[in-house]
C-alpha cells in the first residue's frame, strides 16, 4: 500500500465554523450547503462514518475521497472509495486526495484532510520528474 504524504488536517478549521454556528455569528445556511454533486457522491461513492452530523445530528456523516493530479487523466476531480486509492497509487505518479465529510440529511459538508499518494518522483540522473515532463513537453 502506498504511504500518505504531506497530510493536511482541518480539524481546526471545522471547529472554528462549528463554533460560529454554535455562537449564531454563521448561520447555518453557510455550512450546510453541500451541492448536488456532492450529496451524489456521498450516496454512491462515500464511507459511512460513527460521527454523528454536528448540525442536524440526525444521521451519520459519510466521507467522500476526491482525487486530482496531473498523472490520472479523466480520472481527476472523481469520487473514489478508499479501496480504490491503493490500486490508483500503484500505477500513478503523485496526485492530491481530499477527504469531505457529508451529511446526506442537511447538507453539512466541510474538507477534513488531503494527503498525497502515488509514485514518489525519482531523483535519480536520466529519470524525470514530474515537473520536468511538464516543462519539456511546453516546450515542444
Same mark, same amino acid.
Given at each position: 500500500?502506498?504511504?500518505?504524504?504531506?497530510?493536511?488536517?482541518?480539524?481546526?478549521?471545522?471547529?472554528?465554523?462549528?463554533?460560529?454556528?454554535?455562537?449564531?455569528?454563521?448561520?447555518?445556511?453557510?455550512?450546510?450547503?453541500? =451541492?448536488?454533486?456532492?450529496?451524489?457522491?456521498?450516496?454512491?461513492?462515500?464511507?459511512?462514518?460513527?460521527?454523528?452530523?454536528?448540525? #442536524?445530528?440526525?444521521?451519520?456523516?459519510?466521507?467522500?475521497?476526491?482525487?486530482?493530479?496531473?498523472?490520472?487523466?479523466?480520472?481527476?476531480?472523481?469520487?473514489?472509495?478508499?479501496? !480504490?486509492?491503493?490500486?490508483?497509487?500503484?500505477?500513478?505518479?503523485?496526485?492530491? %486526495?481530499?477527504?469531505? !465529510? %457529508? #451529511?446526506?440529511?442537511?447538507?453539512?459538508? =466541510?474538507?477534513?484532510?488531503?494527503?498525497?499518494?502515488?509514485?514518489?518522483?525519482?531523483?535519480?540522473?536520466?529519470?524525470?520528474?514530474?515537473?520536468?515532463?511538464?516543462?519539456?513537453?511546453?516546450? !515542444?
Amino acid at each position: 500500500m502506498s504511504i500518505r504524504r504531506s497530510v493536511v488536517d482541518y480539524s481546526l478549521q471545522r471547529r472554528a465554523l462549528l463554533a460560529n454556528v454554535y455562537a449564531g455569528r454563521a448561520g447555518t445556511f453557510e455550512a450546510c450547503d453541500a =451541492h448536488p454533486y456532492l450529496q451524489r457522491a456521498a450516496k454512491y461513492h462515500g464511507t459511512a462514518t460513527d460521527t454523528p452530523c454536528p448540525i #442536524c445530528r440526525k444521521e451519520r456523516l459519510t466521507n467522500v475521497y476526491y482525487v486530482y493530479g496531473d498523472d490520472l487523466g479523466h480520472v481527476s476531480g472523481q469520487a473514489k472509495a478508499p479501496v !480504490e486509492l491503493p490500486a490508483l497509487a500503484a500505477v500513478h505518479s503523485e496526485f492530491n %486526495v481530499y477527504v469531505v !465529510e %457529508v #451529511c446526506k440529511t442537511c447538507g453539512w459538508n =466541510h474538507l477534513v484532510r488531503s494527503f498525497v499518494l502515488g509514485k514518489e518522483p525519482s531523483n535519480e540522473p536520466g529519470q524525470h520528474t514530474g515537473s520536468r515532463r511538464r516543462r519539456q513537453a511546453a516546450r !515542444e
